[in-house]
């Protein structure tokens, strides 16, 4: 597996380019609703479905500002081979191939949260189509809760949709946290657990999202300046041009 070697100047760098470049570039808006750090002292296991390659970023955006936790970030190795300097913001390998990699993998995952970080996984193993059901996960997270009893999991759902804007929006929905006796349970009601939690946040977050909910706006706090795009842009145009033809009386 490849560890996480942060680098501070990397990780400031890194994020003014995630933020006014990458983010702004691809989408119209950005958005977070709930809570991030619902338990400051104790150590949080993130759990997100995983369909989009801009998963990753897109959370990478919401810790690094809406969270005062340590964050790090599980990745596919094959994935982290072409992105090694991931490592630098967090990132750290999982080999799905290689059942001993995978130990090793879970084995640091532990090691993380028993000194108190924050741990983001996406559970269901692969990049899933965001309207998959039933969602299926893993037995990961359940493996590394049996010897982490004491954290914390908070379920994470990402939703992506086109609607009047030539960009795609993206918004993030940290559901409420789960605090139980890990230990008390098997891998298996673990993994349904956490299954039937996270299918039921991403329905709602979907219909939240087809509904045109215009609290959208209001309840999801912006994580980066919304995008422009080409149609915006050529409303703006008419707008000034109409201004300038009232000027000189046409």
């Known amino acids: 597996m490849i560890e996480a070697s942060k680098s501070r100047w990397f990780d400031r760098l890194f994020l003014k380019y995630n933020e006014s470049y990458l983010l702004r570039k691809h989408f119209h808006n950005v958005g977070l609703h709930g809570e991030l750090d619902p338990y400051p002292d104790r150590s949080v296991l993130y759990i997100m479905n995983h369909s989009s390659w801009w998963d990753g970023l897109i959370l990478y955006q919401a810790f690094r500002t809406r969270s005062e936790g340590d964050h790090y970030v599980m990745m596919d190795e094959e994935q982290m081979q072409h992105f090694r300097f991931f490592r630098k913001l967090g990132v750290f390998s999982i080999q799905k191939k290689s059942p001993q990699s995978m130990i090793s993998s879970l084995r640091y995952t532990v090691s993380l949260l028993n000194a108190g970080k924050r741990v983001w996984i996406f559970p269901q193993g692969d990049i899933q189509h965001l309207e998959q059901r039933p969602l299926q996960l893993k037995d990961g997270a359940a493996h590394v809760l049996k010897q982490c009893p ?67 706006d209001r309840d999801f706090t912006m994580l980066v300046r919304k995008g422009g795009s080409t149609s915006e842009a050529f409303t703006a145009f008419k707008r000034r041009l109409g201004k300038w033809k009232s000027f000189f009386g046409r």
């Open 150 to 216: 004491q954290t914390v999991v908070v379920p994470i759902t990402a939703y992506y949709s086109l609607f009047h804007h030539q960009k795609a929006e993206a918004t993030l929905l940290a559901g409420l946290p789960i605090a139980i006796e890990w230990d008390k349970l098997d891998k298996k009601a673990i993994t349904s657990k956490l299954e039937a939690v996270l299918e039921r946040q991403l329905d709602e977050h979907r219909f939240r999202s087809m509904s045109g909910d215009p609290s959208l």
